[in-house]
């Protein structure tokens, strides 16, 4: 059995012909290689939808096609996202509990220097700002979402 579906590929590929094993390989490829995680991003499209698309729709979709936003504004709003995500990874560093050998980590140790919850709360909203949680809060209060 096996031997004959080898067969029947071998005439496939040499015929070029999508069929059998080759077809189903070929297929599996087209869909991977159209939903890897750098295609979808690059052209700013969901990978269920990348799936659906055609190769031409792609080449003229996102940055491909011309539909790129290079004002000052976008880079401003790209660096400011930029910089408040390395603010919160910081925030994350001095907070968590498993940074450092077990019990040696900022989250614990600064009680152990005499700095209370709230003087270290304080602490990291002067370095850091704002904790994604407050700003959250602030912008449901206002009605608003955060970008």
Same mark, same amino acid.
Request: net charge negative; aromatic share 8%; glycine share 12%.
């Given at each position: 059995?096996?031997?004959?579906?080898?067969?029947?590929?071998?005439?496939? *590929?040499?015929?070029?012909l999508?069929?059998? &094993?080759?077809?189903?390989?070929d297929q599996y490829?087209?869909? /991977?290689?159209r939903?890897? #995680?750098?295609?979808?991003?690059?052209?700013? /499209?969901?990978? /269920?939808? *990348?799936?659906?698309? =055609?190769?031409?729709?792609?080449a &003229?979709?996102g *940055?491909?096609?011309g539909?790129?936003?290079?004002?000052k504004?976008? $880079?401003?709003?790209?660096?400011?996202n930029?910089?408040?995500?390395?603010k919160?990874?910081?925030?994350?560093?001095?907070t968590?509990?498993?940074?450092? #050998?077990?019990?040696?980590? #900022?989250?614990?140790?600064?009680?152990?220097? =005499?700095?209370?919850?709230?003087?270290y709360?304080?602490?990291?909203?002067? &370095? $850091?700002?704002?904790?994604?949680?407050?700003?959250? +809060?602030?912008?449901? +209060? +206002?009605?608003?979402?955060?970008?």
């Amino acid at each position: 059995m096996r031997s004959l579906i080898n067969e029947g590929n071998a005439f496939a *590929v040499k015929a070029d012909l999508s069929a059998g &094993t080759y077809y189903e390989t070929d297929q599996y490829v087209e869909g /991977t290689s159209r939903s890897s #995680p750098t295609l979808p991003s690059a052209i700013r /499209t969901p990978p /269920t939808e *990348v799936t659906g698309m =055609g190769w031409g729709d792609i080449a &003229t979709s996102g *940055v491909y096609g011309g539909d790129v936003d290079y004002s000052k504004e976008s $880079f401003d709003q790209a660096m400011t996202n930029s910089s408040q995500g390395w603010k919160d990874a910081g925030r994350d560093l001095m907070t968590s509990r498993t940074v450092g #050998p077990l019990g040696l980590n #900022p989250e614990n140790l600064h009680a152990n220097f =005499g700095v209370s919850d709230a003087e270290y709360d304080q602490m990291l909203d002067d &370095t $850091f700002g704002p904790s994604p949680e407050a700003r959250a +809060q602030a912008a449901q +209060q +206002q009605g608003g979402s955060e970008q």
